[in-house]
């Protein structure tokens, strides 16, 4: 089991930076890949970044693509996302999740493991 805590969330306005953190206990990140999707009010949860299980290989959806890092520090047992350049549009809920894989999943059914999440509001 792997309990996953998300910390860094807040209200922005559009332009800013923020940095979220993800904490792991329970078990080693070593053996998952990771993601971070959120979940707007009314709209269905969506990827925003994955990170292989080495931290080789990231992908990003294209609405965050060239503003958003995802990273990771298996030393540390933690994922995290940098998020610059922050647009209305990236307010809501993130969460940060485990795959047991190799790559990260595309879809919210890929991931094992959930955090609660952590709020994002970004104002204009």
């Known amino acids: 089991q792997v309990q996953l805590v998300e910390s860094g969330g807040g209200l922005v306005q559009a332009g800013d930076s923020l940095r979220l953190s993800c904490a792991a206990s329970g078990r080693t990140l070593n053996n998952y890949a990771m993601g971070w999707l959120r979940q707007a009010p009314g709209k269905e949860r969506e990827l925003v970044a994955t990170?292989?299980?080495?931290?080789?290989?990231?992908s990003y959806a294209d609405s965050v693509k060239g503003r958003f890092t995802i990273s990771r520090d298996n030393t540390k047992n933690s994922v995290y996302l940098q998020m610059n350049s922050l647009k209305p549009e990236d307010t809501a809920r993130y969460y940060c999740?485990?795959?047991?894989?190799?790559?990260?999943?595309?879809?919210?059914?890929?991931?094992?493991?959930w955090g609660q999440g952590t709020q994002v509001t970004v104002s204009s």
């Open positions: 990170i292989s299980r080495s931290g080789l290989n990231t």
């Open positions: 999740a485990a795959r047991r894989a190799i790559v990260g999943g595309r879809s919210p059914g890929d991931y094992d493991y």
